[in-house]
């Protein structure tokens, strides 16, 4: 009996020592698994950091080709901004180490300037408003699913002014205070990006998309390039100025550029019996846009940089990623 109790005690140690063993190889097991798996993420996180950091080099690179490119024409250039610059030609897909790089550089001064629409002390510029009217006008007609009525522009300079009233169909705090989900205010400032406009009152998503290569939001002032402009920006420019009309203008500039403000109202008023003011207008330009899109591995990174060229010398005033 004794001898029984002895061997069942014996069993009973020796099973938990087995299953106490297999719990520890077990434990030892999962561990493994879990710093293999945690080691894994590791690399694959550094990886991506590398491949990112990589790739926002290349961006630079492309930034700093535009600089080089828009600082040498500035140098050795005829006082004429136009699309057969150096700086107009795009760079080509390039194969770099682990992936590609690429990019543009466009003349931001052939968009109309939202800022444009109120002056230094804040007050509306009516020759601006009527521009941004026909081009609101003229880009609803390219599409019938699209509301952009021209009222729209008083919603815009209400954004920039300072004034806390509403100006006209503008729209202020008020409007904006009651937005869900999120309430907010009117910025009262000049704005910063083209996809601000997303958040004035009765701009479409759809609207913002059409409206945003036609567009720009420079700091201060600036004339448009009639040299430069595509052709539904310069129809903005008159009610009577039709589509063809203007392809007819981009034609002739393709061969004779214009040479100065006078040179376009000249020939406007010569050809289509159109008055231009020339001091809306102008065949230079100050502000660039880069767009440098680089690809390593998986990662890609896609820069806009806004350039000034002044005086021989080109700046980087703003970088955003994404989105201009």
């Not at 009996?1 to 097991?29: D, E, F, P, Y």
């Not at 006082?79 to 466009?106: C, F, I, N, R």
């Not at 896609?302 to 005086?311: A, E, W």
Request: hydrophobic share 40%; net charge negative; charged share 20%.
């Amino acid at each position: 009996m004794m001898g029984q109790k002895m061997m069942n005690h014996r069993c009973r140690q020796s099973g938990v020592a087995l299953i106490s063993a297999l719990l520890i190889t077990a434990l030892v097991t999962v561990a493994a698994v879990s710093m293999a798996s945690r080691q894994q993420l590791d690399i694959r996180r550094t990886g991506n950091l590398m491949e990112a950091d990589q790739a926002w080099q290349y961006a630079l690179g492309v930034e700093a080709w535009a600089r080089q490119v828009l600082a040498a024409d500035d140098h050795t250039r005829d006082t004429l901004d136009y699309l057969k610059d150096p700086w107009a030609a795009a760079v080509p897909t390039l194969p770099v180490e682990g992936g590609s790089v690429q990019g543009t550089v466009e003349d931001l001064q052939g968009r109309f300037n939202l800022n444009n629409l109120v002056d230094a002390s804040g007050k509306p510029v009516p020759a601006q408003e009527k521009i941004l009217q026909n081009l609101f006008e003229r880009v609803a007609a390219t599409d019938a699913k699209l509301s952009l009525d021209p009222s729209l522009t008083d919603v815009v300079v209400d954004w920039l002014d300072a004034e806390p009233g509403v100006y006209r169909n503008g729209a202020e705090d008020g409007d904006y205070l009651n937005m869900e989900p999120v309430p907010y205010r009117a910025a009262n400032r000049p704005m910063v990006s083209p996809s601000e406009m997303l958040a004035l009152a009765g701009f479409s998503v759809r609207a913002v998309a059409k409206l945003t290569p036609l567009v720009a939001t420079l700091p201060g002032p600036t004339t448009l390039n009639v040299n430069t402009a595509p052709e539904m920006v310069l129809i903005g420019l008159d009610t009577k100025l039709t589509p063809p009309m203007a392809q007819q203008v981009v034609a002739y500039r393709k061969k004779t550029p214009f040479d100065s403000a006078a040179d376009f109202s000249q020939y406007m008023k010569s050809e289509f019996d159109i008055t231009v003011d020339p001091k809306l207008v102008d065949v230079k330009s100050e502000y660039f846009l880069t767009n440098a899109l680089a690809t390593i591995g998986r990662t890609h990174v896609q820069l806009y940089s806004l350039l000034k060229r002044s005086d021989n010398k080109v700046t980087t005033l703003q970088r955003s990623i994404g989105v201009y």
